[in-house]
């Protein structure tokens, strides 16, 4: 697996052409308002400002008239627009730089806003996929690897299961259309994994050719 920066792609996604007979099975990125409330926790920042305005409500309705007492809450209704507005923001910026593929030989994950990766994880080096999928059609398809892959989940974040910290699990954070393409993923990855590896021991021919 390489974790390498990038400047320059062949194919959107790729840090470099793929070989000869690698296909490209699907290619997507995050749902902006998916990855705020699932990753930035929107709604319950929403949910947040909206307790403070009733608090701030109640508390001056019985001194000040309707009118006043109404208004006495738009502050935390404005500054809840800014915080609410930065994050969708911030979803945005990392769904726009953001490119999940999946091919016949791997999942690749071009990942970063500030410090882009590209995260190559063949599908021998994945041991389990687990499907987080919503009512809007939106999941998440969290990767366990095994083996020698390590991952940080500061480093891949908001790209790993949550609450998943050693070792992190990387994920295709809320993409569109999850439940296709997690069936996409487990029919590749299954071929794929049932083909056999042959290997070399230069030993063993060499003692083949002692006899």
Known sequence: MSHDDFEIEPIPGLPEQPPEGEEILWRGKPSTMALARDALNLNWIIGYFAVLMGWRFVTVVDVLPLGQAIGATVPFLLLGMVVCA?????????????VYTITSARIVMRIGA???????????????????????GTGTIALETIGDTTLSYLVVWPHARSWRFSPAQPALRCIPDAQSVARILAETAEARVSIPQVTRNPAAFDAVAAE
């Open 86 to 98: 930065l994050l969708i923001g911030v979803a945005w910026v990392q769904a726009h730089n953001t």
């Open 114 to 136: 500030a410090l882009t990766l590209t995260l190559n994880l063949p599908y021998r080096e994945v041991g389990n996929a687990s499907l987080k999928l919503r009512k809007d």
